[in-house]
């Protein structure tokens, strides 16, 4: 890397960890003009928000609880999205809770890829279908999301259309790229196979991945499935807003999972946790809590996810153990760019810290 760009790049995440760190401050702060000059003002009581978190348990165990049981949830997803040949779910299982590990604890994004790279090594499948594979199960999550949110807006007569329609817009052009890798991927790998066999191979092995739910009947289950994890997640999201007094907390609670859903779709830069606190408290107001009660449920319930992720990983790690070593060995070799995305292996190549949890 060039100074140049290196010094450019030294810029952009200054600002993505600035622009976080307001966002987290804006949920316990609001601006104001006072006397001719602008001013910060506590949206409510600090030392009483301080003293009343513990009481907070009621629904944060619970909740963690839920969190938990995701990887579990999601690997029944990604399970039903792979190729016809089965795979066993502890393998699946392990290499989701891995993934979602790697997602919260090393610099990057990388879940996705890194579940990928761990299933392969535990089936021998190739990296490219893994990967598919597990991006059309995000995808089909992210589809139940954006149905259980537009249901949820239009219960509580949000007025919620336009979002709606543009988390629809996302979803059908994500998945419009996803059939097009099916339908066309397999003659530009061999067109790229002389001069770019690696390349090649990645994107043969990408759209066998995703031509597994041709069948119908596999794609029904698979959508049926991929419902799960966001029932699961609403539901989760449900128990603040119902100790809040929130009216119909469970429509709230697929409000509040769209939003962040969305929110994390960012680029991997240290902005994830402000997107993160700044939707989850908006949303809760908009829902009908109050300020303090919305900068508990952002503070805590991107805590326990991210707490509750970690330690289900690192379960697995102990199980797996010398499975992350090696993905982890290829992560760091990445950031040396070997290879497309990655080393050799098609590890990917780590970038910068996110902190919005999966």
């Known amino acids: 890397m060039s100074q140049r760009g290196g010094a450019g790049r030294g810029v952009v995440l200054a600002a993505a960890a600035a622009g976080g760190a307001v966002l987290v401050g804006l949920v316990f702060f609001r ?36 969190t938990a049981a995701l990887p579990a949830l999601r690997a029944l997803v990604w399970r039903a999205a792979l190729a016809p040949a089965r795979v066993r779910w502890p393998d699946a299982y392990h290499a989701t809770a ?14 996705p890829a890194a579940a990928a790279a761990l299933l392969a090594r535990f089936t021998g499948r190739p990296f490219g279908a893994a990967l598919s594979s597990q991006l059309v199960a995000k995808l089909l999550e992210l589809a139940a999301v954006v149905a259980l949110g537009a249901a949820a807006a239009a219960a509580r007569g949000g007025g919620a259309g336009g979002a709606a329609l543009a988390g629809a817009a996302a979803v059908g052009t994500l998945a419009a790229g996803a059939v097009a890798l099916a339908r066309l991927g397999p003659a530009a790998a061999r067109r790229l196979a002389p001069r770019h066999p690696r390349w090649a191979g990645l994107l043969a092995a990408g759209a066998e991945g995703i031509r597994g739910l041709a069948a119908p009947g596999r ?52 902005v994830g946790t402000g997107v993160y606190y700044a939707l989850a408290a908006l949303g809760a107001r908009r829902l009908g809590a109050g300020p303090a009660d919305a900068a508990a449920l952002a503070v805590l319930t991107h805590a326990a996810t991210v707490l509750t992720l970690l330690a289900v990983g690192a379960a697995s ?13 290829r992560a760091r070799a990445g950031r040396r760019g070997a290879g497309p995305g990655g080393d050799e292996a098609g590890a990917p190549v780590a970038g910068r810290r996110s902190r919005a949890p999966t």
């Open 317 to 329: 790690a102990a199980v797996r153990r010398d499975a992350l070593r090696e993905v982890l060995r």
């Open 98 to 111: 891995l993934g979602a590990l790697v997602h919260n604890a090393v610099p990057g994004k990388l879940g």
């Open 31 to 66: 601006p104001e003009w006072r006397g001719g000059a602008p001013a910060l003002v506590p949206r409510f009581d600090l030392a009483a928000f301080a003293r009343e978190l513990p009481a907070q348990a009621r629904w944060l165990v619970p909740f963690a609880g839920i």
């Open 219 to 270: 794609l029904s289950r698979a959508l049926a499935l991929g419902a799960l994890p966001p029932l699961a997640a609403a539901a989760a999201y449900a128990l603040p807003l119902a100790a809040f007094g929130v009216a119909t907390p469970l429509a709230g609670g697929a409000v509040i999972l769209a939003l962040v859903t969305f929110g994390q779709l960012t680029p991997g830069l240290p």
